[in-house]
Each structure stands twice: as C-alpha cells, then as structure tokens.
C-alpha cells in the first residue's frame, strides 16, 4: 500500500514539476500545460485500465486452472 501512494504523490509532484518549468522557461502559458497535463493523463488512463482487465483476467484464469488441477486429483 505505501509504495502505491509513493507512487501517486511521485507522479503528481513531478507533472506539477514539469508544469512550473514549462510555464517558467514561457515554453507554454499555463493553460496550455495544464491542458498537456490533461491530455496525457487521459491517454494513460486507457492504458491502466487495459492493464487492470488484463491482470484481472489473468489472476481468474490462474484460478480457473487451480481448480480443474484440483478435481483432476480428486
């Protein structure tokens, strides 16, 4: 459990981090690199949540396994 908030916090100070710079370098204004951030957040929402159905499967199929080597033992 700790390391899943270590990681959150860590994401989230570094997309703050990388806005800062941006915005103080005047790469982008501040609207435009919260809408970077924005973006790229909901890219990577599709992508965990492929991730979670993916291990979800996997774990009810490890499972499913399991139980046919257990009643072929029986």
């Known amino acids: 459990s700790d390391s899943y908030r270590s990681l959150l916090w860590a994401s989230l100070i570094s ?15 501040l609207e435009e690199a919260i809408k970077s951030w924005h973006s790229g ?16 499967f996997l774990y009810q199929c ?11 033992y029986i």
């Open 62 to 72: 490890s499972v499913f396994l399991f139980l046919v080597q257990i009643l072929t």
């Open 41 to 56: 957040v909901q890219s990577m929402m599709i992508a965990a949540i492929i991730l979670v159905m993916v291990i979800t």
């Open 15 to 29: 997309g703050i981090v990388a806005i800062i710079l941006t915005v103080s370098q005047r790469i982008r204004k």
